[in-house]
């Protein structure tokens, strides 16, 4: 498929993060003034409510993107989401989410969330703590199933915010718990620092049940996907060599090859990128190899109706997609080729059992 | 097209003059200079914010501002900074109003070549005694504070950037407004100059004479204040913005560019006829007998194939050739259609 995404010249705009606006209520907060020491030449502005900037109107979400801004703020309500017809649910009865960061630093061409966010711009909440204890009460009557990188990609920005060794921590010392984590990230560095937080040193059990309860899931894209369409997003070298890394560490992850993309040569494409996968994680490793997950792109009628106003030269965007009950996907049996395929290729290297389509979980899927 | 706005001549003059604006001979209720490519308009809005807004979006909806326009107001407004932070421009990140409370935010997403600050904004003596408190409170401010200021302590106050940020939002982006004004020791709310003494020092001396009184009362009365020193600054005001009118034009063109480019994709017309050559998707869903469904849906199929650059047109052409359009009724059209997809697909 061709990219026919207009990449329109735009010099002299401010690099990401050029400013930073922060919630007057967070002024001198340890934390927050941890995050602004990363950026001492930032224009920092300061605002009652992140809502006051993040939903004003008229906002073009693709031009903020390119000139993004952080946003410093604070939850208030509710911290925890039912995982409504979102992502896999890989099975699990209490599948929920938690929204520590609103947007992303990536800027995948077929992203949902330009079509449900008003704004392109990166907000940050800093009550971690405040979804600690919603968790803990709900912990204390059923175990939770966690996505905490749903709205964003929360392992890109690991190195500001530290945010997965928390929860590191926070899942060591309570069982009940499985968190995952979805990336496209071609760093390394995390493994390591997860490994920390789950402190081997002191108890080898809990850490090693932590270990497992800590599901790094990488989506996995063919090279020309990623170059034409997760813009800033880690090659696919290099997540699998991150893949690597963090299997030889002992933690078990998660593929996912979602979404898939049609174009005229996805089959292709997409048989060229299984070979890759295997090569680099071969036989030895494919113990660590968690489970596979497949879905080809679906999206809700809301957020590609948005994102077709704002993209309209992308062919992913524009794809005459089929309309089920509110979710825009490929016709069925493109759908089931596309799937059925890539399901065949890892099916030689995995059992059965560890692969799931999305189809296969249910009707209620959505990918990122 | 680059919409300017300012308050008064004195601010706008040689803004005009750099740009060689013409002043516009058709009927409005505001005065207005153009370029003669019809790409810069420029309106003097006056001050009072009421008039500000209506002024804005007279002239945004008269001439149909959307997409890929941008806005610039520049102005003047009375400064809270001191250190020599006088006469300088700064381009506004925050503007408060100064009756509701609400905060407008810019997006600052074009550079430019000017300090940031926020602003408050609104048009009554409390102007005066805001910045009297300000003063009070901040002294002397560092760059660097001035860039980080805390919530209610402003680095200017003016008289109508909420306004205009509020107007022009029923018509602009957020990232397409952008405010510039010239910090003055003591700027003028008041347009009403009559009955003034014409030579700079009466106005000085009643100027001196009004903050004396002022302060007698325990009252700074921003009106007669403005009135007094209007005189004595409009000369001023002038000759300053002459000196930084390079800096603004460099700068409005900077940003007009940015605000054109980042809107191509949008401003083109969405659909799949947006073409004017041959054929269109009316054309061909009437030769289909579309019904309205099949009509959106033939249209995203035909947006499609614009964007992956398949000429849907030749294979109508072909199904033409073959007797096969136009067709006879809505069930073979509904085939031909289907035909036509399995093709763009493939
Ligand atoms: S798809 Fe995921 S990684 Fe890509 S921009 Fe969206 S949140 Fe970020």
Not at chain 1, 230 to 243: M, Q, Y
């Amino acid at each position: 498929m061709l990219n026919q995404n207009k990449e329109t010249e735009l010099t002299g705009l401010y690099p990401r993060f050029s400013h930073i606006y922060i919630e007057k209520e967070l002024k001198g907060n340890g934390e927050a003034e941890r995050i602004l020491s990363h950026f001492p030449n930032a224009v920092i502005i300061t605002i009652n409510h992140y809502k006051d900037l993040f939903n004003r109107r008229r906002q073009d979400s693709c031009l903020q993107h390119r000139s993004q801004k952080l946003i410093l703020a604070q939850k208030h309500g509710r911290m925890l989401y039912k995982g409504a017809p979102v992502c896999q649910d890989f099975g699990n009865q209490y599948f929920y989410y938690a929204s520590c960061v609103m947007n992303c630093i990536y800027d995948c061409e077929y992203c949902y969330l330009k079509g449900m966010y008003p704004s392109g711009n990166l907000v940050l909440f800093l009550n971690n703590q405040d979804v600690f204890s919603e968790l803990r009460s709900m912990l204390a009557v059923h175990p939770v199933y966690l996505c905490i990188s749903y709205d964003t990609d929360l392992l890109a920005l690991e190195g500001l915010t530290g945010y997965v060794s928390e929860w590191a921590a926070f899942v060591l010392h309570n069982p009940g718990i499985s968190v995952e984590i979805r990336t496209k990230t071609g760093s390394s560095s995390f493994w390591g620092k997860i490994l920390e937080r789950l402190d081997f040193g002191k108890d080898k059990e809990a850490a090693a049940s932590a270990l497992d309860r800590m599901i790094v899931a990488f989506t996995l894209s063919p090279e020309e996907v990623i170059l034409r369409h997760e813009a800033g997003t880690g090659s696919l070298l290099e997540r699998l060599r991150s893949i690597r890394a963090g299997i030889e560490m002992g933690f078990r992850v998660r593929l996912c090859f979602d979404p898939m993309i049609w174009s005229p040569d996805w089959k292709e494409r997409y048989e060229g990128m299984i070979e890759q996968v295997f090569e680099e994680l071969p036989e030895g490793m494919l113990h660590g190899i968690r489970d596979v997950g497949i879905g080809s792109f679906r999206i809700s009628e809301r957020y590609l109706k948005a994102m077709r106003r704002v993209l309209p030269h992308s062919a992913i965007v524009q794809y005459p997609y089929e309309n089920d009950g509110g979710y825009y996907h490929y016709g069925r049996d493109l759908i089931d080729e596309m799937e059925g395929y890539l399901a065949k290729l890892v099916g030689k290297k995995l059992p059965a059992e560890k692969i799931f389509r999305w189809e296969t979980i249910g009707d209620r899927g959505i990918n990122r | 097209m680059l919409f300017l706005f300012c308050s008064d001549f004195d601010e706008a003059g040689p803004l005009i003059k750099k740009m060689r604006l013409k002043k516009r001979r058709e009927a409005f209720a505001f005065q207005q200079f153009a370029d003669d490519r019809k790409e810069i308009i420029m309106t003097i809005s006056g001050r009072d914010p009421i008039a500000v807004a209506a002024c804005v979006g007279a002239v945004l909806a008269k001439e149909g501002a959307g997409c890929g326009d941008s806005l610039l107001s520049i102005g003047t407004a009375l400064s809270c900074l001191g250190n020599g932070k006088e006469g300088k421009l700064w381009v506004l990140n925050k503007i408060t109003d100064a009756y509701s409370g609400r905060c407008f935010y810019p997006d600052m997403i074009c550079r430019s070549p000017f300090l940031e600050i926020d602003a408050k904004s609104g048009s009554s003596g409390r102007g005066s005694d805001f910045l009297k408190r300000e003063r009070l409170q901040t002294g002397t401010v560092s760059e660097k504070e001035i860039n980080s200021m805390e919530d209610g302590v402003s680095g200017l106050y003016d008289a109508d950037s909420a306004a205009v940020f509020q107007a022009g939002s029923h018509f602009l982006a957020p990232h397409a407004m952008s405010f510039l004004r010239l910090a003055v020791e003591s700027a003028c709310i008041a347009d009403d100059i009559s009955g003034l003494e014409k030579d700079e020092g009466g106005a000085e001396r009643k100027y001196i004479e009004a903050q004396v009184e002022a302060e007698e009362n325990g009252r700074y009365d921003l009106k007669s204040e403005g009135l007094l020193c209007r005189q004595m600054l409009s000369h001023d005001i002038a000759r300053m913005m002459e000196a930084c009118a390079e800096d603004v034009l460099l700068y409005a063109d900077c940003f007009a560019k940015s605000c054109r480019a980042a809107w191509p994709e949008y401003c083109e017309k969405q659909g799949a006829d947006n073409e004017n050559v041959g054929m269109t998707a009316d054309d061909l869903a009437a030769g289909l007998h579309c019904s309205e469904t099949m009509k959106s849906g033939l249209n995203q199929l035909l947006r499609f194939a614009n964007v992956i650059g398949k000429d849907w047109r030749a294979l109508v052409a072909g199904y033409k050739a073959e007797g096969a359009y136009p067709c006879r009724n809505k069930r073979d059209g509904k085939i031909i259609m289907e035909k036509l997809r399995k093709s763009l697909l493939k």
